[in-house]
């Protein structure tokens, strides 16, 4: 089992930017595809972002793409989010998955098997 805990969330206007880190305890880390997840109120859980274990290839939602940007720093074990030109709809708690061996493509929650606890990131309109 991969312990993972998310930082980073917070409050910011529309436009604005920030980084969500997710800090990884577990020995083979450079094995594992990443994920960042969100949900928003009322909505079910949906795939953001992910990164192959080499960090070579990465995949995006659509209503991600060109804003977000997924890395990874296999030396400290940390998986980050950058996220840019924020909007109230990005509004939702993130989520850092693990899942052992190569990315899915499709992003479904069901091909990850960690999860972190969440960080909460608040748009404001």
């Known amino acids: 089992q991969v312990q993972l805990v998310e930082s980073g969330g917070g409050s910011v206007q529309t436009g604005g930017s920030l980084r969500l880190s997710c800090a990884a305890s577990v020995y083979t880390f450079s094995r594992y595809c990443m994920g960042w997840f969100r949900q928003a109120p009322g909505k079910e859980r949906e795939g953001g972002a992910a990164?192959?274990?080499?960090?070579?290839?990465?995949y995006y939602a659509d209503s991600v793409k060109g804003r977000f940007t997924i890395s990874r720093d296999n030396a400290k074990n940390t998986l980050y989010l950058r996220m840019n030109s924020l909007k109230p709809e990005d509004t939702a708690l993130y989520y850092c998955a693990a899942d052992y061996g190569r990315c899915n493509s499709r992003l479904g929650t069901h091909d990850f098997h960690n999860w972190g606890q969440g960080t909460q990131v608040t748009v404001s309109s």
């Open positions: 990164i192959e274990a080499g960090g070579g290839f990465t």
